[in-house]
């Protein structure tokens, strides 16, 4: 969007440049007149400058030059220049400065709000970069927690088995060890899930392929 603002204002700026012209032409007769056969040579060129100013002034010149040479017999040649200005100036519509200009001035005001909002943009960026890394450590650290978790309740349930083929733990709550035991395997999936669709979504913001293998460091 910046870029596209930059070539607009470029070309309303281009309307207040200096624009030049030019042609060359290079043209061979061949005639015979019964007798012999007679050759020309015409040469001709054309150069010429046009500049709108901003007070809606527009001023053109040009110059142009022709030159017939006679290849043949007495080679004779004539030579042709001629040159011209000219001046417009409007009096009642499209004249003043601010009237002219008035397309240029825009495009600059558009350029500037569109610099402030790329830069709002940039800023807005780097926080959601950074919340996204952000989460996806802190997921990861969840993953852990749960991890561990996991294996402590493991633990719990292994004695509380061995409890309960002695007699000292009634066989309910082993049940509720291993009620507990499946939910903290289930946390443990989930968190591990939602880790990976978080780096999946850190990867598709930073233009990474989601099959890239990459390591966050704390």
Known sequence: D?????????????????????????????????????VASRTSGEAGATRVFKNGVQLTSAIALDLVELLTRERGASTGLQADASISIPLLRGSGRRVVSEPLTQAQRNLLYEVYGFERYKRSFVVQ????????LLQERKVRNEE??????????????????????????????????LRARNSWIRARQAHVEQLDSFKMLMGIPPDADILLQE
């Open 2 to 38: 910046l870029f596209q603002v930059a070539l607009t204002l470029d070309l309303e700026a281009n309307d207040f440049r200096t624009t030049f012209t030019g042609m060359f032409e290079q043209l061979f007769d061949s005639m015979h007149n019964g007798t012999r056969r007679e």
């Open 129 to 136: 970069v950074a919340s996204a890394y952000f989460a996806v």
């Open 148 to 181: 561990e978790n996991y294996k402590r309740v493991i633990a719990s349930t292994r004695r509380a088995r061995r409890l309960a083929d002695s007699g000292r733990l009634p066989e309910f709550q082993f049940d509720q060890s291993v009620q507990d035991e």
